[in-house]
């Protein structure tokens, strides 16, 4: 807990700060946020000592490819928020929600191996109010490919993406390559929404087949 103390907010001595934290600490030090309001207050006092933020959006399931761009945020930044939302908004039914794979505990497993510190995963429930409609403009780029046949998706997808950048207000923002539609719609939202984030890309990892992660 101790590389916490030192970034506690100015007006708040460093014993309360830690007490703040921790029912989000675990043992190896990994913060889990699942309110907004909680991560809220962790980020402002870490931007308040002038830290730069990283955010890695995920839907969970993590595997050897996400862990790329997570270790490239660590690298540029002093503080790396990983999400792990499991997000309706991107399904075309609760059937294709419902068969993506759960599996936070090991999710949480993975991330305290590679030394990770953060994670927000915040619930259906906390997300509800922000998951409304919102339109986005994006000519044909939703209409073809993926978007031809799953007609949700890549809206879904930027509303959630436009909520965590709401949420998190990251300095950077990393995405891997694996697929390139919905980083170019990722790129496409901070263009339209004029998001100051700078958004990286990373090159797919191949798993022992060849099969892109």
């Known amino acids: 807990m101790q590389r916490y103390a030192k970034f506690a907010p100015r007006s708040t001595d460093v014993q309360t700060y830690l007490l703040y934290l921790m029912p989000y600490l675990n ?7 699942k ?3 909680h991560l809220h207050t962790f980020l402002e006092a870490e931007k308040q000592n002038l830290r730069t933020v990283g955010l890695v959006p995920t839907m969970g399931a993590l595997h050897k490819g996400h862990l790329k761009p997570i270790k490239a ?5 002093d503080v790396t928020v990983c999400s792990t939302y499991k ?6 039914n609760l059937a ?16 305290r191996h590679a030394g990770f510190g953060v994670i927000f995963a915040p619930t259906n429930g906390e997300m509800h109010a922000l998951l409304r409609e919102t339109k986005f403009n994006f000519g044909a780029l939703d209409k073809t490919l993926k978007g031809k046949f799953h007609s949700v998706h890549f809206s879904g997808v930027a509303l959630a993406v436009s909520n965590f ?3 998190v207000k990251p300095h950077r923002a990393f995405c891997g390559q694996k697929d390139y539609q919905q ?3 990722v790129n496409r939202l901070v263009q339209e929404r004029m ?6 890309s990373l090159p797919q990892v191949p798993d022992q087949g060849g099969l892109a992660l």
């Open 27 to 33: 043992r190896s030090n990994l913060c889990v946020f």
């Open 35 to 37: 309110a907004i309001k």
């Open 73 to 77: 945020s660590k690298a540029e930044n």
């Open 87 to 92: 997000n309706p908004a991107q399904c075309n």
């Open 96 to 111: 294709e929600l419902e068969k993506y794979p759960r599996s936070f505990d090991t999710d949480v497993a993975l991330l």
């Open 165 to 167: 950048f709401n949420i």
């Open 183 to 185: 980083l170019k719609f």
């Open 195 to 200: 998001f100051h984030i700078d958004v990286k």
